[in-house]
């Protein structure tokens, strides 16, 4: 039979342990592979996912949700199509979009990743060159 010190000190160590073993939806970011660009149609957009607390990338993600806008220079309205490419690269997810003028894009993205129950959402800047 445990003691009340042993079952209170087991019960926090099996907190713990839990708590630190599972990642959240928050413990992951996407980030450009190149953060600059120059404009044009079809241009070629790859974006790497990676674990914050490992800096790994995160392969096999499910990218559900998309969008290329131009929101932080207040044009949230000038929306361009993305259509996903394949990548050959584990982590780097590749899209086909237009960056029709210069300026800064953002890319909106929603996620599923392997063992996460929790949608990891993401939005990265780009910047758009003559």
Request: proline residues 7%; glycine residues 8%; charged residues 25%.
């Amino acid at each position: 039979m445990l003691s009340r010190f042993s079952t209170a000190a087991l019960a926090a160590t099996l907190s713990l342990a839990a708590s630190g073993a599972m990642a959240g939806a928050g413990d992951y970011a996407f980030e450009p592979v190149n953060p600059e660009m120059k404009k044009g149609d079809d241009v070629t957009l790859a974006l790497r996912l990676t674990n914050k607390r490992t800096g790994k990338p995160v392969p096999d993600a499910v990218i559900f949700r998309t969008r290329v806008d131009m929101a932080p220079d207040g044009m949230a309205e000038m929306e361009s199509d993305v259509t996903p490419l394949p990548s050959n690269e584990p982590g780097i997810y590749v899209f086909k979009t237009d960056l029709s003028m210069a300026g800064r894009y953002q890319v909106t993205l929603s996620a599923k990743v392997q063992g996460e129950p929790d949608t990891v959402n993401g939005k990265v800047i780009i910047k758009a060159t003559k």
